[in-house]
């Protein structure tokens, strides 16, 4: 028993913006999500994910702009008329009503015939695994069942899209661990198109097939996990994405393209375009690329202010010389004292750089990359 025949619908946001009265919220956004893409919006709570989710499902009037899905302008369209479902964090279930009232409820309005009904319902309690629930109600229900049945009950209405707002932050953390694996395998089930809102950068990263980073109503950066990981566009992704979060330290650009930062000079390998000599930079490494080695040569003097223990690893938070404090993520075992000095090496290769701005600064010119 499967559930068959869904639409790969593209969704897409042409100069979408929203004011609440003077207060502009979204400032002009354009997002092209492919068919049966898996798009997460992330970002800092207040940026604006759930207006933007909701101006898409038709929950908010959309200030100017167009939105399309599956090739049709939806911009003026009742939610009911736009073949999405949301699921929210709140679950929104019936009280009243048992978990198969739930689920049939939506195809009931639309006055699907009953052995429809009972064939969807029952196909999404197996992908789901709540059949045995069926006949409870959502007040005997787990917050990780209940939150299945909103999704269950998304799922029967064969909608063209899928909208999930924060749909597992009532959760505790391991019960969001797990639903977040069972919406990754949903999506490989059923393979439609998924907007997914949240401000966990893990769950950003785990789910998406692109990221949208949002800040302030604007988008930062548009890209699979990989490439906001490892590629970020400015100082804002870079500190937003990956956890224990990117170290940020200042630098001066020294030209013939070395940085310097703190008491020692590093050789990039390569000229950095948009800066010049004596301009102040700012330094990103991230904490696995940090390496406890001997002294000399490019590394960075520091000093053990504490180390955590977790097992498989173990995180240094130490000073530099600049009284900055970085984090190292260290997994040879080497036990560290408090007060202890050590070296640290990193690889130039992996240092990103930003100008004083939080602009992404690269070895480059965009002229010379755009005619390559
Ligand atoms: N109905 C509303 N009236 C006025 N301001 C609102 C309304 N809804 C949201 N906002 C404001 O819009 C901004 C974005 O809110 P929201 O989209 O809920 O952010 P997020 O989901 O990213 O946390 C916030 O500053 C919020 O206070
Ligand atoms: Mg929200």
Known sequence: MTVTSYEKAKIELRDVRKS??????????????????????????????????????GLEDVTSGDIFIAGRDVTELD?????????????????????????????????????????Q????????????????????????????????RAIVRKPLAFLFDEPL?????????????????LHRQLG?????????????????????????????????????????????????????????VDAVYAGDSRIKVADAVIPLGQVLYGVTAGDGVKLGIRPEHLRVADPGGTALRAKVDFAEYLGSTRYLYCYLPSGEIVTVEQRDGRDFSSGE????????????????????????????????
Request: glycine share 10%.
């Open 20 to 57: 609440f009265g003077a207060v502009n919220i979204i400032h002009g956004l354009d997002l092209s999500i492919e068919g049966g893409e898996f798009v997460v919006f992330v970002g800092p709570s207040g940026c604006g994910k759930s207006t933007l989710l909701r101006m898409i499902a």
């Open 79 to 119: 939610p009911a008329k736009r073949g999405i479902a949301m699921v929210f964090q709140s679950y929104a279930l019936y009280p009243h009503m048992s978990v198969r009232e739930n689920l049939a409820f939506g195809l009931e309005m639309a006055r699907t015939p009953a052995d429809e009904i009972e064939r």
């Open 121 to 152: 319902v029952q196909a999404a309690a197996q992908i789901l695994k709540i059949g045995p629930l069926l006949e409870r109600r959502p007040g005997q229900l787990s917050g990780g069942q209940r939150q299945r049945v909103a999704i269950g």
């Open 169 to 185: 932050s009532n959760l505790d953390a391991e019960l969001r661990v797990s639903m977040r694996i069972e919406i990754a395998r």
């Open 192 to 248: 439609n198109t998924m907007i997914y809102v949240t401000h966990d950068q893990t769950e950003a990263m785990t789910l998406a097939d692109r990221i949208v980073v949002l800040r302030d109503g604007h988008i930062e950066q548009i890209g699979t996990p990989r490439e906001v990981y490892e590629d970020p566009s400015n100082l804002f992704v870079a500190g937003f994405i990956g956890s224990p979060r990117m170290n940020i």
């Open 341 to 372: 000095e050590i070296w640290l090496h990193c690889d130039p290769g992996r240092l990103r750089l930003f100008s004083a701005g939080g602009d992404r600064l690269r070895a480059e010119s965009p002229a010379k990359v755009a005619s390559a």
